[in-house]
């Protein structure tokens, strides 16, 4: 008997998968269809698979062509199915050519011709309408944001806004994106979307006026600095059926659900302390440090550290304080806010002129999880026990800086195909905004700025 193996996404199922199913099937005599996992996708830079594991399988099992179906879920596993099943043929489509002749040691490799004019690629852009997206604000981030959006399939980078036109023209000549500086109406008229990347305080009005224009919002942190004003962007983005994502980038990342998800499982017991910590020192001269109203640690990493308290906790907190250190100019160079629950304690700590080592602890009853910086672009943790020895390591895959995560989420969002409407809830938002709101007030009654 002839075992064949091939392997594949098999995203949004088509003639092309069916056509390779079927020329893989008639090599031999028993045919197994290896099926990746979300998991494994992401891990080789496929952030916007459509279907669920579950579907693809389904849709593979449909064909009746394969006699087995199993899950590709590592890089290298090929070589351990080939070895596991006795395969004596593997077989993969043209586009692959060449790049598992590796396995040559261990079976026939096949390359069989790819059908033409039809891709999961191609459906994914009928799918996803275009998200013809503008930026506002070209400092820092935008560079970022353009280099990310290359990856994200969907979502096109159509031009950028920024009324400080010294800026705004470097940028347009680095990256050939045209940057408007007078008119936002007329910038949002070219828009379906904006990324809102310009400097604290002007985030509110910006997404208002977006909002209010029928353009879909995805804003960094914080969309507003009063509650009240939070709220009103979430509401008003419902009254226009448009998306507003928060870009608190942790939360999208795979890496950051799996730790919540692994000091949720009981493996370290009851939580009773978390402690998390971002800190980055911050040059001199810079925004951070020589705004006095919205420059500071607080605004620029407090939601981070928020994040993993409030996903673990919830937001009913029983009491909470927040001590800072101001430099003499009013800004704060460090800041510690401690949250009490009824079964836990927090502190989330942020700095941008004092550096700690910067990590995130989740401490339970059995033992605690260790993820060191930088924890908010998950790439590592560690689940330790009393006995030193014994200690668990996970490292899920990151790509890129991890804006691609956030970003794929929007323009899911936009096309309504989200599944994951619970990486950042409006709740956990609005728990941050009540603390910023409170922070900035007492701020002000201890600075006078
Ligand atoms: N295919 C094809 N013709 C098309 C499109 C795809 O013959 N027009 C083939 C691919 O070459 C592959 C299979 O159909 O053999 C599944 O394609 P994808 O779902 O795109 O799978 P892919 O992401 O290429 O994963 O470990 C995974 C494998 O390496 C392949």
Request: proline fraction near 2%; aromatic fraction near 10%.
């Amino acid at each position: 008997m002839i075992k064949v193996i091939t392997y594949g996404t098999f995203d949004l199922f088509h003639q092309g998968h069916i056509k390779l199913l079927e020329r893989a099937k008639a090599l031999g005599d028993y045919l197994i269809v290896g099926v990746t996992t979300e998991h494994f996708d992401e891990a080789r830079g496929k952030v916007n698979v459509i279907d669920s594991c579950l579907e693809r399988v389904d849709n593979v099992r449909k064909t009746g062509l394969a006699d087995e179906i199993i899950i590709e879920d590592h890089i290298d596993q090929k070589m351990e199915d080939i070895q596991k099943y006795g395969i004596d043929i593997f077989t993969v489509g043209s586009d692959w050519e060449g790049t598992f002749d590796y396995l040559k040691t261990l079976c026939k490799v096949v390359y069989l011709e790819r059908t033409p004019n039809i891709s999961s690629t191609m459906l994914r852009k009928n799918h996803f309408k275009i998200v013809r997206t503008g930026i506002i604000g070209t400092g820092r981030i935008a560079p970022r944001f353009v280099a990310e959006g290359k990856y994200v399939s969907g979502m096109n980078i159509v031009s950028a806004y920024n009324p400080e036109k010294e800026s705004g023209s470097r940028f347009e000549k680095k990256y050939e994106i045209p940057v408007c500086n007078d008119d936002y109406e007329l910038f949002l008229e070219g828009v379906d979307a904006v990324y809102i990347a310009s400097p604290n305080e002007t985030h509110y009005e910006y997404a208002k006026a977006a909002i209010a224009a029928g353009k879909h919002v995805l804003c960094e942190n914080p969309v507003a600095l009063k509650k009240k004003d939070t709220m009103q962007l979430f509401s008003l983005a419902r009254e226009h059926g448009v998306v507003l994502l928060e870009g608190i980038k942790t939360a999208y990342c795979p890496g950051f659900q799996q730790l919540i998800n692994t000091a949720r499982g009981g493996k370290i017991g009851e939580l009773r302390d978390i402690e998390a910590c971002f800190t980055r020192l911050a040059d001199i001269g810079s925004r951070e440090r020589t705004d006095r109203f919205f420059g500071g640690a607080f605004l620029e990493y407090a939601a981070y550290t928020l994040l993993p308290i409030f996903k673990l906790y919830g937001t009913n907190y029983q009491d909470i304080s927040i001590h800072s250190i101001y430099d003499e100019n009013g800004i704060d160079v460090y800041t510690k806010i401690e949250l009490v629950y009824k079964h836990g304690l927090a502190t989330a700590k942020c700095g941008v002129g004092v550096k700690t080592e910067g990590q995130l602890v989740i401490a339970g009853t059995q033992g605690y999880i260790l993820a060191e910086s930088p924890w908010w672009l998950t790439r590592k943790y560690q689940i330790r026990y009393e006995n030193p020895n014994e200690i668990e390591t996970y490292e899920p895959k990151f790509q890129g800086d991890g804006l691609r995560y956030e970003m794929s989420e929007f323009v899911a969002k936009i096309n309504g195909i989200d599944k994951n409407g619970y990486l950042l809830t409006e709740d956990e938002i609005l728990a941050i905004a009540e603390i910023t709101e409170r922070y900035l007030e007492q701020k002000q009654e201890q600075t006078g700025k």
